[in-house]
């Protein structure tokens, strides 16, 4: 696995193992045969202490998540979600992948049901979205909520990297959001919280790119902080017919990557016929078989194309000719595409 992974590991390993032999060490019996609970006894945590010392002496001399069959290294995602793993996965038994891929359902199921389950119906307002990851489960996140004030808000964001990693970091991103943003007025609030949150809890080598609009569905006026994303579009039609794209650029770093960020806000007004397109970079970086990504002066002629029909059917539109011109039904980096319209 990467030096990185290995380090994260080694100092998880760490932690625990000092925290286990604290408790032990300091507690009280009635307190330690409380917490271990009826069937569990006192030498069974002693033996955990014990494996955890093996293991971090393993991982020391770089000899954790090294494949027994093959004596290479098992891959990153499989031992960031289990230390232990000792097979490459191309050598598990069919009873330890079965395991395996029962864990990575139950994963994928969890995350699905942390994503927003349907659109909001706002009078006026059209709303769809879509989210494919590229593996069981993915880094990116994108839900719909209320600001203090009552106005909608409207994010997106992408963990930098994908797989088991990225979803366990998107589940906390999105879990802190759920609190923060109910609290907050502006999106400027918001991610000055989060990023003072996220910005040490984060490994050195991921980071977070994430768009907060804060909609009045009333007005039209849309506020928003661009920490790093992809600048989604607001796209306009002319009398005469002819669409033009105002692209919504980063306000502020991405989340976790500079501890005393300043994120500035941006101001903007969807008017009847417009949409607000928000993408993450698994769109535009799209490639086909011949290696050649399908890029963002595509994506804009295919959404000037679509731009009259509703927001179901461009969101389907996009993925069709995504997987046309992947030649694939699953994307190499995970998916997400918000398409917002006014109707009145």
């Known amino acids: 696995m990467s030096k990185p992974v290995l380090e994260k590991v080694l100092k998880t390993l760490r932690t625990r193992h000092a925290e286990i032999r604290s408790w032990l060490g300091k507690s009280r019996k009635e307190e330690i045969s409380l917490r271990l609970g009826s069937g569990v006894s006192l030498e069974a945590a002693e033996h955990e202490v014990k494996q955890l010392a093996t293991a971090i002496s393993k991982a020391e001399r770089e000899e954790l998540g090294r494949c027994e069959v093959c004596h290479d290294e098992v891959e990153d995602h499989l031992f960031e979600m289990d230390y232990t793993a000792c097979v490459c996965l191309e050598h598990l038994s069919p009873e330890q992948r079965s395991r395996l891929e029962n864990e990575l359902e139950l994963s994928q199921k969890v995350q699905r049901a942390l994503l927003p389950q349907a659109a909001p ?5 059209e709303i769809a979205a879509f989210s494919q990851p590229a593996s069981v489960v993915g880094g990116d996140y994108f839900d719909f ?11 997106i964001a992408d963990v930098m990297g994908k797989g088991m990693p990225a979803s366990m970091l998107m589940a906390n991103m999105q879990a802190s959001l759920r609190i923060i943003v109910p609290e907050a007025n502006a999106p400027n609030d918001v991610v000055v919280r989060l990023n003072r949150l996220f910005h040490h809890n984060i490994s050195l080598t991921k980071f977070v790119s994430l768009f907060i609009a804060h909609l009045d569905p009333h007005t039209g006026q849309l506020s928003y902080v661009n920490a790093g994303h992809h600048p989604p579009f607001v796209l306009r039609r002319s009398p005469q017919g002819v669409i033009s794209f105002e692209a919504l650029r980063p306000t502020g770093p991405a989340i976790g990557l ?4 300043v994120f500035t806000t941006g101001e903007t007004a969807l008017n009847r016929g417009d949409l607000l397109v928000m993408y993450t970079d698994g769109i535009v970086e799209t490639r086909s078989g011949s290696a050649e990504e399908f890029g963002e002066n595509r994506f804009k002629e295919l959404l000037d194309r679509v731009s009259h029909r509703t927001v179901q059917e461009i969101t389907q539109e996009v993925r069709t000719q995504l997987h046309a011109f992947a030649g694939k039904p699953t994307p190499d980096d995970d998916t997400t595409l918000i398409v917002t319209k006014r109707n009145t």
């Open 121 to 125: 119906s706002i009078p006026g307002w």
């Open 145 to 155: 909520l209320n600001f203090g004030d009552k106005a909608r808000a409207i994010i």
């Open 258 to 261: 500079v501890e005393d960020s």
